[in-house]
T-cell receptor, first 111, second 115 residues
Framework: LAKTTQPISMDSYEGQEVNITCSHNNIATNDYITWYQQFPSQGPRFIIQGYKTKVTNEVASLFIPADRKSSTLSLPRVSLSDTAVYYCLVAPTDSWGKFQFGAGTQVVVTP | DAGVTQSPTHLIKTRGQQVTLRCSPKSGHDTVSWYQQALGQGPQFIFQYYEEEERQRGNFPDRFSGHQYPNYSSELNVNALLLGDSALYLC??????????????FGPGTRLTVL
């Protein structure tokens, strides 16, 4: 499984855009990039997943450059409820759910 | 449609005891994975069950075992509990035939405290 590196923490104000970059230099051809969000004492929640270029859903956008050695999760106009830990995962298509979580990025949104 | 459910919510045990945690997957899902999350760390993969068999296993000792029933629900058993087993135990379900994305849905977890 590819190793990922993310910032330990990020602070933001309400209404700002938050961008979290994850490095995965040894990503393999059949690896997908997935981001999860976790609130205290709850299980992680799927946010977004992609393979290359840009993916957007109602919650976030995921930017993946051509070399796929990094990816950036973008949270537009964050609110206090976006305060959580965000995990970047890289897993092959045949991982069958065997995900390797790192320590994640603690995002704190303040008024 | 109920999501992934886990029981109990909290549990306190003493060293050396045995514990069983339970998980019901999201409706329509047939695969269950278990994770251990220590305080301040990311979840660590324990094992996964599909078709009532352990399909994959992480780096956990044999004290950790599991079972999957025909209705896809699952149990995690931990024997000879150690203080270091104190953690949030997460169950995640997915659909084996979902294809490449294989999105997992996590339950709220069971908080195990070993004294």
């Amino acid at each position: 499984l590819a190793k990922t590196t993310q910032p330990i923490s990020m602070d933001s104000y309400e209404g700002q855009e938050v961008n979290i970059t994850c490095s995965h230099n040894n990503i393999a051809t059949n690896d997908y990039i997935t981001w999860y969000q976790q609130f205290p004492s709850q299980g992680p929640r799927f946010i977004i997943q992609g393979y290359k270029t840009k993916v957007t859903n109602e919650v976030a956008s995921l930017f993946i450059p051509a070399d796929r050695k990094s990816s950036t999760l973008s949270l537009p106009r964050v609110s206090l409820s976006d305060t959580a830990v965000y995990y970047c995962l890289v897993a092959p298509t045949d991982s069958w759910g065997k995900f390797q979580f790192g320590a994640g990025t603690q995002v704190v949104v303040t008024p | 449609d109920a999501g992934v459910t886990q029981s109990p919510t909290h549990l306190i045990k003493t060293r050396g005891q045995q514990v069983t945690l339970r998980c019901s997957p999201k409706s329509g899902h047939d695969t269950v994975s278990w994770y251990q999350q220590a305080l301040g760390q990311g979840p660590q993969f324990i094992f996964q069950y599909y078709e009532e068999e352990e399909r994959q296993r992480g780096n956990f000792p044999d004290r950790f075992s599991g079972h999957q029933y025909p209705n896809y629900s699952s149990e995690l058993n931990v024997n000879a509990l150690l203080l270091g087993d104190s953690a949030l135990y997460l169950c995640a379900s997915s659909l084996a035939g979902a294809g490449l994305t294989d999105t997992q849905y996590f339950g709220p977890g069971t908080r195990l405290t070993v004294l």
